[in-house]
């Protein structure tokens, strides 16, 4: 942010003044500089949208408009709708950044799949709860792994690929135990990995959902790491920003998307998990119902600053798109009652992301192409 | 590219130059029917013998007529949808589109009983509109069409779902039975749909192959900006991609309708789009834009409904269906990649 304090924008003409000149005109061009950083940092954009909607429904609320309160209780509650969405968001991170057109349609039929494998270990096998995990992770990784072959090595369109993938893993799941879900008794008390934890301490805590401090943070910490601490993550932003160079430059690109779309995989087979939980159930449409969990996991990429090109992305940015759109249908649920609320927030979700695709538009043109 | 194409035919040319100009058209177009279509009529004639000789109640007009008749809304939507990739576009909003031109149009047969010239003008109509919101907001916005598209599939559904207001439209009355799969919907024993949609299939294969405005589609999804250097008004030609998918979507709405019972439920069109872009991709056209024709889309929409009709009437799971389309997907796609590269290297 602070490096935006040297604009290359044309300099403002050298004026005949005194002394105080330089920070007058510095604190001239403010207005300017704050445009520039909301137009071109997604992040401080999405933190000043995220402010916003927080304050409006806190006044709101404030003022009895809602039906319920709406404060730091009923916040950290709504959180465990985050849960699957910031980790598909991640996913699709790494497989959109890994650029040439990379997108994954398929995260949700592999999460309806994977439920149901980890239905069949956890609850009809007995298996420990760790080693089904694992196997949930691994085969969320061979789904993963059949689109990153494909895409990487024979040069399938992603978007292709990963619709047809999506036929065909969600059709799986569903005659895979013949429409039936499982609920048998160790996925029931499953439930209980689902339930809030109180944290911090005073009478009143705050109640977590677990699954933030489980599955959520350990993901987004581990994308993290391996987007910003590894040379891993220096080449998949590399292939995604221009694959030929980075081919050139000695990187293997196509173990590289590959892996990508390996990893997204893994994290959708950790999400089932987490939804296994959430509904007490494995469902085998648990991913595709109404319009699915990729479609989604992609608005909130692309709200959250990552470029459709590929080869620029944040951690932070999806994070913060999340709870942008979690709070705000959260307020929206209180503002708008009954069935008209669910139908306001597809509104407030096509808004938001028309929005922020259009303003990125505005800012690559003004400012060239930016982070 | 152009020249050939832009050159007035003529009836006072003399018979040289009529010659030369077609010589010239053979040269610059390629041949009218694909390896990928003739390969793509081999195998749906393959899979109705097989399914022939395996259920014989398969080649009886029971099964038949809802086949065609259940293909073409999706046919109809992928020939738009086949203009707007051959444009390197998508459009993943058409769910939405069919969903509020359904709504709206069965609302006012139920409400006014309005006549079929009116509902077919307001369902296309409407489309239109909500197609010139994702036309303008595509090409003047200048935002991937995939981002656009799936924003705007959330206005249109929340449209939609307001319209709807909580409950399905009853009591439809009969208006749209000449869409439809009974007796009024045939002529000599062929769906009416079907038969529109052939109509229009016929049109748009005529309009992208033989007109300026057509080559000008595979001109911008070759290379957008070459073709703005050609002269090519890439915005305009553009938005009318997206304004004729709008109204294509808002026929087979009505189509849909015709198909159905009296009753319309709020998850009406849910999946077409996935469906329609099946069908294109099937087709041979290429998603990234360039290439891609008419006839391949309507082959690939009937291979699709052959194989869920199949499916069906084998006694499986209908979801098995899924699975073979997604196989199907991954065949024709990878056929097309295969001959890319082997003309490549020849």
Redesign the interface.
Known sequence: MSTAVSPEAPAPAPRPDDGSAPSESRLRQLPALLLRGLLTQRIVLLLVLLAAVVVTFLTLSARNYLSAPYDAGYLSVTLISAVPLVMLGLAELLVITSGR?G?DLSVGAIVSLTSMVFGFAYGEWGWPLWSAIVLAAAFGGLCGAVNGF?IAY????A???T??????F???A??IN??QPISTRPIQEFFSAARSVPVGGGEDPLQIPLGILTFLLPTAVVVWLLLNRTTYGRRLYAIGTNDVAAEWTGIDVRRTRFTAYVAAGVISGLVAVVTVAQFASARPDAGVTG?GMA?PA??IA?LGGVA??GGIGRVAGVVLATLLVVWLNAGILLAVPG??GS??Q??A???V??AA??L??LAN?RYGRTG | MSSSTLTPPGGAAPAGQEAHTARERGRVLPFPVTGQEIVLLVVVAALWVALALATPAFLTRGSIVPLLVAMAPVALIGIGMTVVIITGG?D?SVAGIVMVCAVVVARAMVGSGISLPVAVVLSVAIGGVLGLVNGV?IAY????A???T??????F??LG??LFG?TTVDNIPGTLAFFGRGEAGRTLGIPHSFLIMLLIAAAAWYYLRHTPGGRHMYAIGGDADAARLAGVKVQRRVVSAYVLTGLLTGLAACFVIARGTSTLAPNVGAGIE?AA??AV?IGGTS??GGRGSVLGTVLGALLVQTVTSGVTQLGW?S?????F???F??IA??AD?LRQRTRRTT
């Open positions: 057109g997108i494909l024979i040069g399938y369109p978007l292709i690929t619709l047809a993938t999506y036929y065909a969600s059709s799986l569903i005659v013949d429409q319009s479609l992609i608005t692309v459709i090109t069935n008209a139908q306001y597809l509104l979700l096509g808004v992301l028309i695709a259009l990125n538009g043109r | 998508i993943v907001l916005g200048r935002v991937h995939i981002i656009i799936f924003g705007t599939a959330n206005l559904e929340f779902l307001r909580g996935l872009i099946a991709v998603i990234m799971r979801q098995l269906s899924a699975l389309i997604g196989i997907i991954l796609v990878g990649l």
